[in-house]
């Protein structure tokens, strides 16, 4: 980029005058623009900022702006000032000296250019950490260094430009330290725009005294996540929010759902809330009827607690604007609970025409395979009056027993959808629904990208007729980039390489589950079967790509279920299968 830059002459070499800069980089958002193709590596930030001094400060900004460790600040002190010691699980920085007050004064230059103190993968209201994150980092700063760093200058005064804070990501070695309440007041500023903290370890009148503090100062918050205990316990004392009137964003792990009233009446002062996560603890509900009205809310998302603690909470919340549900609930769920669930939909989704995004997971560890829920289309038939639909995902709720018309039925009801799920997971699956029906319900949805499902391809496709009888294939569609077949029932008779290649050129991933969840080890005859049917199909609809030049989309080879690994294992399925027989 810089090469483009010099070439035609609107960055000059450093050895030249500044003077003769070209006038562009006169102006600041000109410079923070062009600074944008090179900020995701420190090493050119440092290269810009060396070549004269009018880049220097933009470019410096925006290497210091986000930061997961306080460990750059300190480095930046003279070497003698600090070492680096092994604490076991990580490394940690403590003082050798004391720095002096003009040693301190160049940490405090590069601090004032911090905006967001945040984890290793930004700042995330998420419940759950990203697979291979951890809170405990490599290196880190001691407490005594941070002890001396905030005796020397308040934390405000210090980040003064500070915006996003993730405490624990930061402050891990504080985080079960008495002065944890009190450093986390000291942050608190009206610049700040987003915090996440755990109360762990902070005492219910120090908690009373933050919050207090919160509302007091921190007039601009507007994404805030509490927990307690990493969201392995319900707060004991619950926030109130009247008084940050920029809200908008706002995350508890956990709540009592014996509490829902309370927690309902605390949210209820939040009139911008726009986005809102609760996991749920307890076991019974409170008897609620005090609804959540909020005309801002778009975003709703419960996790951990039981279905019907999800719907119960669901039904008191009113909203025009509601355009995304996310539910992760824990247990199995009879067929009368996921009923009266899908029915709450029509409470909460005043506007039919905003709800865009539903998903729905048992994320039960080790569900029941003796359990059967049969999950009929009729259960699902009220979700085609949200005819604004663009993703809808049922996974692991029960066994689906779905029929060809509600397939037949989906792309007038959902003419946008663009993801389209359900999946048994974990249970075992009905093979109710036709291959046929798939092959209409997928290329009628011209923005469909990704369908999983599970069909029954056990006999001929029937492939549709034009006004004079003769057979003409379904329309060609360009979309499906994804698409997952479940525990589907397969034969050649059904032809499934040929219409996929026909009718989906753009197909890169085909995929299956590899054997019935908790029986990997014991396959039957008709799931070897299935696994050895789907694994030819995958490897003629790769020959058929590869005889028609299809098969690298985009520069990418077309992706099967059977790479390295899964090969080695279908290789042990089909030998398997012959030894049966």
């Given at each position: 980029m810089w090469?483009w830059?010099?070439e ?6 450093h050895?030249?005058q500044?003077s003769t800069?070209h006038r ?5 958002d000109?410079?923070?623009?062009v ?7 420190g090493?050119?930030?440092?290269n810009?900022a060396?070549t004269?001094s009018?880049?220097a ?5 925006i290497?210091?702006?986000?930061q ?8 930046c ?20 000296r004391?720095?002096?007050p003009i040693?301190?004064?160049r940490?405090?230059?590069n601090?004032?250019r911090v905006?967001r103190?945040v984890?290793?993968?930004g700042?995330t ?6 697979l291979?994150?951890?809170f405990i ?9 941070l002890?001396?760093?905030f005796?020397?200058s308040r934390?405000?005064t ?6 996003e ?5 930061v402050f891990y070695?504080?985080?079960y330290?008495?002065s944890k ?6 942050f608190i500023?009206p610049?700040?725009?987003?915090l996440?903290f755990?109360?762990t ?5 120090k908690l009373?005294q933050l919050?207090?503090t919160?509302?007091?100062e ?8 509490v927990?307690e205990d990493?969201g ?5 004392v619950?926030p109130?929010?009247?008084?940050l ?5 706002l995350?508890?792990f ?5 509490s829902?009233r ?6 209820q ?11 749920l603890f307890?076991?019974?509900c409170d ?13 709703l998302?419960?996790y951990?607690?039981?279905?019907p ?11 025009p ?5 996310d539910i992760?609930?824990?247990?199995a769920a009879s067929?009368?609970?996921?009923t009266a669930f899908?029915e709450?939909l029509s ?6 025409r905003?709800?865009?995004?539903v ?10 395979s003796?359990?059967i829920?049969?999950l ?6 009220p ?10 995902k049922f ?6 027993n779905?029929d060809?018309g509600?397939?037949?039925d989906?792309?007038v ?7 389209l799920?359900?999946t048994?997971?974990?249970r075992?699956?009905i ?5 046929t029906?798939m092959?209409?319900?997928a290329s ?15 006999q001929?496709t029937?492939i549709?007729?034009?006004p ?7 329309p060609?569609?360009t979309a499906?980039r994804d698409?997952?077949?479940?525990y589907?029932k ?6 499934i390489p ?7 050129p753009?197909?890169i991933?085909f995929k299956?589950?590899?054997y019935y969840y908790?029986?990997?080890r014991?396959?039957d005859?008709?799931i070897?079967?299935a ?14 790509r590869?005889?028609?030049?299809a098969?690298?989309l985009d520069?990418?080879?077309?992706q099967?279920?059977?790479?390295r ?17």
């Open positions: 090469d830059l010099y035609r002459g609107i960055v000059l070499e050895q030249q500044l800069m562009i980089f006169e102006f600041d000109i410079i923070y623009a600074l944008q193709y090179v900020k995701s590596s090493t050119d930030l440092v810009v060396m004269c009018r880049l400060d933009s470019a410096l900004n290497l210091w702006s986000e997961s460790s306080l460990v750059p600040l300190i480095m002190l003279p070497q003698d000032t600090w070492e680096v010691m092994d604490h076991g699980l990580c490394h940690i920085v403590h003082f050798s004391d720095p002096t040693e301190w004064e940490l405090r230059v601090a004032s905006r103190l984890g290793p993968n700042f209201d998420a419940l759950r950490l990203p291979g994150e951890t980092p490599d290196l880190n700063v001691s407490g005594d260094v002890q001396k760093l005796v020397w934390p405000a210090l980040f003064p430009n500070l915006c804070l993730y405490f624990k990501a070695v504080l985080e330290d008495s309440s009190w450093l986390l007041r000291q500023s610049g700040l725009q987003a996440r755990d109360v370890g902070i005492l219910p009148h009373e919050l207090a919160l509302h007091a921190a007039h601009g918050l507007r994404q805030l996540t927990s990493d392995n316990m319900a707060l004991t619950l109130s929010f009247g008084k009137p920029k809200l908008i964003g995350a508890i956990g709540i009592d759902v014996c829902t309370q927690t309902i009446a605390n949210i002062q939040a009139r911008c809330l726009q986005s809102l996560k609760l996991k307890g076991t019974s008897a609620g009827g005090i609804p959540l009205e909020s005309p801002s809310l778009k975003t998302h419960l951990d607690g039981s279905l603690q999800c719907t119960h909470f669901l039904r008191q919340v009113t909203t604007q509601l355009s995304h549900i992760r609930y824990c247990g067929l009368a609970e996921m899908i709450s409470t909460s989704c005043q506007t039919v905003c709800l865009e995004r998903f729905v997971v048992d994320e039960s560890k080790i569900p029941d003796r359990v829920i049969p009929s289309s009729e259960i699902f038939r979700l085609f009056k949200f005819n604004r639909l663009l993703s809808v996974i692991g709720i029960g066994n689906f779905l060809d509600f397939l037949y989906i792309p009801a959902w003419p946008s959808i663009r993801e799920k359900l048994s997971w974990k075992r699956a093979c109710s629904v036709t291959f029906a092959m209409s319900l009628r949805c011209r923005s469909l990208q990704t369908l999983h499902l599970t069909v029954d391809a056990t001929s029937i549709p007729r034009a004079d009888g003769t057979e003409e294939l379904w060609t569609q499906l698409l997952h077949l479940g589907s397969v034969s050649e008779v059904a032809r040929y219409f996929l290649a026909e009718v989906f753009t197909l991933d299956w589950y590899d908790g029986i990997y014991n396959p005859i008709a070897v079967s696994l050895s049917a789907l694994n030819d199909a995958s490897q003629q609809l790769w020959a058929l590869k005889s028609t030049g098969d690298d520069g990418r080879r077309i099967t279920t059977a790479g690994e899964e090969r080695r294992f279908h290789r042990d399925i089909i030998d398997c299968f012959k030894y049966l027989h």
